[in-house]
C-alpha cells in the first residue's frame, strides 16, 4: 500500500470515530448518579468490566471523584484539551486505534498504565465513598466479590504458569548442555520441579558422563546400558560393598600354585595379569580375571632350553598386552598375554641384566646390564626392533619408564650410583636431574609428570634434616619439592599408582610416610615393619605396606589405624592392588637355601624356602569356599601334597566308613 493511500485511510477512520464519539456524548450523561446500573458503559471497558461496581455510588456534590473523572488523562497531548475531554466516557479499542493512527508502536504501554490508574482510583472511591452501601447489600453481593477474587487469584495463576522456562524455549541440546554442570544430589532435585525438568534431569547422556567420570566403564558407551542413572547407582553400591569388604577382610584368598622343587625368583602384576619366574627357569603367567589356562605356562628361548643347569629367572614384568623376563644368562624374551607359548621377541645382553623395565600402557621394553641401557619397542606393523641403546659411566641400579608417553614422546628415568638421568631416545645424550657426590639414591620411582626418588644423607648432610625424597618435573627438569626427614634410608616409592597429588613411601626406620605435593605436608605417618619396609602403595583412603619380616598391613589413612595383616615366610617384595583385588608375593632371598634339595622328599621342610604369592579377592562374598586357606581346604584324597593335611573344612565325623549317625 503507498503512503498516500495509508494516510487516506488514517483520516477516514479518525472521521468516522469522532463521528461515534459525537454520538455519545449526545445519547448518554458524562457520569453515573447512584441507582443507576450503568451496564452499557462498563461493557465498553476493556479493564473495568471486571473490575469496577456496577452499583458504584457516585457523590453528586464531587464530580471530579465519580465515574466521569476516572478516565482523564487517557490521551495523550496531542490531540488537545478538547479531545482528551471529548473521550473520557468512549471505548477502550478507540484509545487503542487513536494511538495506532498517531503512530505510536506500542500502545500496550499506556493500556497498562492507564490500568494502573483506574485500579488505584477505584480502590479510593471503594473505600471513601462506598463504605456504607456495601454493608447493607445483600450476601449475593459477598459472593460476587469473593467470585471476582477467585478469578483473579487464577488470572494470576495463570500469569505465574506462562513464564517461559529456559527447557521450554532454550533447544533440548543446550538445556541438557547446562544441566550436565549439577551433580547427582542437584539433578534429582531438579527432576522434582516439573515433568520438562525430570526429562531432562534423567537423560541418559547425563548420567552416562556422571559414570564415567566417576571413574566407572571407562571403555563403554551410551548404548551399552538401557539406564546409566541405575547403572551408576548399582556400581556405586559395589564400591561401598567392597570398600565394606577391605576393611573386614571378607573375600577369597588364594595361593598362586606352582610346580613343586622351585623357589620363587620374581613377580610382577599388572591390572589382572600376574607374572612370576622360578629358580628352574620357568616362568608362569596367570590371568586372574578369567583363569586362561592355556596362557598359564610360556614356554623359553631355544638356548636358555638347552642350557644345564637352566639359568635362573632374574627379573619379570607384564602389563595388559606384553610379558617379559629376563635370565640370569643375559636372555631376555617377551611373550603376549593372549596367546602366551612362544616368544614373540628374543635378545641377548653382553652381561648379566641388573634391571628390567616394561611400560604399562605401551608396548616398550627397557633392560640394562651394567652400563649398557637397551630400549626395544615394537613398530606400527608389530614387529620388535631396538630403538636405542646408550652406555651411561657407571652401572645402571634401577629404571622406570615414565607412563602415558607412547613411543614418539618416551621418557626413562634411570639410577646410577649418586646419579639420576632422564633418557629421551630422540636426543644424543641422557640427561643428569640429580648428582650430588658421595650422596646415593636408594629408590627410584615415575609418574606421567613427577619424578621421586629417595638420597641417602651422610656426613655433614646428615644435620640437615637426614635422609631425603627428591621431586623433579618433567617438563622442566627442575626440583620441585623436597620432602622426608629420617635418619633411616629410603627403600621403596609409590607414586605412579597412588591417588593424584600424593606420595607415599616406605623406610628403613620401620615407617610409612604419604606426603601431599601441592604442599609438601606429611599426611600420615605409621609405625608399620620391624624389620623395614619393602613395599608399599596407597589410594584415596588405604594403604597396603609389606615388610622384611613378611607381614602385610592394611592401614586406614585417615585414622592411622591398622585394619589387617596377614603373615608369611620371607619378605614382601611385590604389592599391588586395584578396587576389589590384591596380590602379594614373599620372595626369599636365599635362592639356594642349605638343606632344600630339589629332590627331597621331605616337602614341608622345602615349602618354607620356596616363597608364596597370595591373591585377594573383596569382591566376592566370606561364605564362599575361597575364603577359607588352602591349608585348611585340603583332603585325605589327594595323591600329592603337602604335608599340612589338616582338613578342617571336612570334620572327621563324616570321613567316609564313619559310622551315619555321627
Known sequence: MAEDELETFRNRWEQELASKKEELRVAGPPCEVRGQSGQGDIKNRYFEGSKQNPNEVCDVSEPKECGCAASEGRLGGKRGEKVAAASEDQPEYVSIARSLLDGRTSPLLDRIREDRNRRKRHYHNMTDVCSTSLQQENPQRKIKKDDKLLDQLIQDLNDVNDIPFFDIELPYELASKIFQYLNCTDLGRCAQVSRAWRVLAEDGVLWFKMCRKEGYHQDSSVSDSPCWKSTLRDCRNTTRTVCTNWKNRVGSISQLQFDLGK????????????????????????????????????????????????????????????????????????????????????????????????????????????????????????????????????????????????????????????????????????????????????????????????????????????????????????????????????????????????????????????????????????????????????????????????????????????????????????????????????????????????????????????????????????????????ICRSNYTESSGYNYNIGLVVPYDRLSGSHPSL
Request: net charge negative; with cysteine.
Open 263 to 630: 623357589v620363587l625368583c620374581d613377580v610382577n602384576s599388572c591390572a589382572d595379569f600376574v607374572i612370576a619366574g622360578y629358580t628352574s627357569g620357568d616362568v608362569r603367567l596367570w590371568d586372574t580375571l578369567h583363569w586362561d589356562i592355556a596362557a598359564s605356562y610360556l614356554k623359553t628361548n631355544s638356548l636358555s632350553a638347552i642350557a644345564e643347569p637352566r639359568p635362573y629367572v632374574s627379573h619379570v614384568h607384564v602389563n595388559n598386552t606384553v610379558a617379559a623376563a629376563a635370565y640370569e644368562d643375559g636372555c631376555v624374551d617377551l611373550w603376549g598375554t593372549e596367546t602366551g607359548g612362544e616368544p614373540i621377541h628374543h635378545y641377548q645382553m653382553p652381561g648379566k641384566i641388573q634391571v628390567l623395565a616394561l611400560s604399562p600402557d605401551t608396548a616398550v621394553l627397557g633392560s640394562a646390564a651394567g652400563p649398557d641401557v637397551r630400549l626395544d619397542w615394537a613398530d606400527d606393523h608389530g614387529y620388535w626392533r631396538s630403538s636405542c641403546q646408550v652406555q651411561l659411566p657407571r652401572t645402571v641400579e634401577s629404571m622406570v619408564l615414565v607412563p602415558s608417553r607412547g613411543q614418539h614422546c618416551l621418557l626413562t628415568a634411570l639410577k646410577a650410583g649418586d646419579t639420576v638421568y632422564l633418557l629421551d631416545p630422540r636426543e644424543e645424550e641422557p640427561q643428569i636431574l640429580h648428582s650430588v657426590y658421595g650422596h646415593p639414591v636408594t629408590c627410584l620411582e615415575a609418574s606421567e609428570c613427577h619424578v621421586a626418588f629417595g638420597v641417602k644423607s651422610t656426613g655433614w648432610a646428615m644435620h640437615d634434616g637426614g635422609n631425603k625424597i627428591h621431586v623433579y618435573s618433567l617438563e622442566t627438569g627442575k626440583p620441585v619439592m623436597c620432602v622426608g626427614s629420617s635418619p633411616g634410608d629410603f627403600t621403596c616409592i609409590n607414586l605412579r599408582d597412588a591417588h593424584p597429588h600424593l606420595l607415599v613411601c616406605g623406610n628403613k626406620d620401620r615407617r610409612v610416610r604419604v606426603f601431599d605435593l601441592r604442599s609438601g605436608s606429611s599426611v600420615a605417618s605409621l609405625y608399620a615393619h620391624h624389620l623395614g619396609v619393602t613395599a608399599v602403595q596407597a589410594d584415596d583412603w588405604k594403604i597396603v605396606s609389606g615388610g622384611g619380616e613378611g607381614l602385610v598391613c592394611v592401614w586406614e589413612m585417615r585414622m592411622g589405624a591398622k585394619l589387617w595383616e596377614m603373615h608369611n615366610r620371607h619378605p614382601v617384595r611385590h604389592i599391588h592392588f586395584n578396587t576389589s583385588t590384591l596380590v602379594t608375593a614373599n620372595i626369599p632371598d636365599d635362592k639356594s637355601p642349605r638343606g632344600a634339595c630339589i629332590t627331597d622328599d621331605d616337602l614341608t621342610a622345602h615349602r618354607r624356602h620356596r616363597g608364596v604369592i597370595c591373591h585377594y579377592d573383596f569382591s566376592e562374598d566370606a561364605l564362599s569356599q575361597d575364603h577359607i586357606l588352602p
